[in-house]
């Protein structure tokens, strides 16, 4: 989503942000460092960015509509329960799998943990082959090819010394 901060900057909910930010800024007797009143500016102007992102809205509407409702001090207003982060849509806690190697844990897996990760690395190794084999990339070295590889390169080595 492109942001065009020309019309931000001239909307009217970005204006009376904006005012009452420098106001408290140029108090004589702040009851806030300057370090806290920028952080929390920054963060309402990007709360308002995510929530202009998951409604579709433009930002300046989103700022407009939230300066309309304020009713007290813009510090004391825009706090993390009056508008909290809106859900994505995607559950939290999956991680995102390629479909290929995906392996669904069910009931053709043992119970036994140790029977069980077997079951599931061999399926993913069998499903990373046929991957690997049917994009026409040769098959992966063995774990025998790479120590004798290694044995050769060791032997090598000892040998120019």
């Known amino acids: 989503m492109q942001i065009d901060w020309k019309t931000v900057s001239r909307s009217e909910g970005y204006g009376s942000l904006k005012a009452a930010y420098m106001s408290d800024l140029r108090a004589k007797h702040r009851s806030r460092s300057k370090a806290e009143l920028q952080k929390h500016f920054r963060w309402v102007i990007g709360r308002a960015m995510h929530y202009a992102v998951r409604q579709g809205r433009e930002l ?17 207003w825009y706090i993390d329960h009056r508008q909290p982060k809106l859900p994505s849509g995607k ?53 025998e090819c790479k120590r004798r590889e290694a044995q050769y390169r060791f032997y090598r080595q000892q040998k120019s010394l």
């Open 60 to 76: 300046h509407h989103v700022l407009n509509q939230w300066e309309r409702e304020r009713q007290s001090w813009w510090f004391g």
């Open 91 to 143: 559950p939290r806690n999956v991680k995102p799998m390629k479909s290929a190697t995906y392996v669904r844990s069910d009931y053709f897996h043992s119970r036994d943990p140790i029977r069980r990760f077997k079951s599931i690395r061999d399926t993913r190794r069998r499903l990373a082959s046929e991957l690997r084999a049917k994009q026409g990339k040769k098959e992966r070295w063995s774990t």
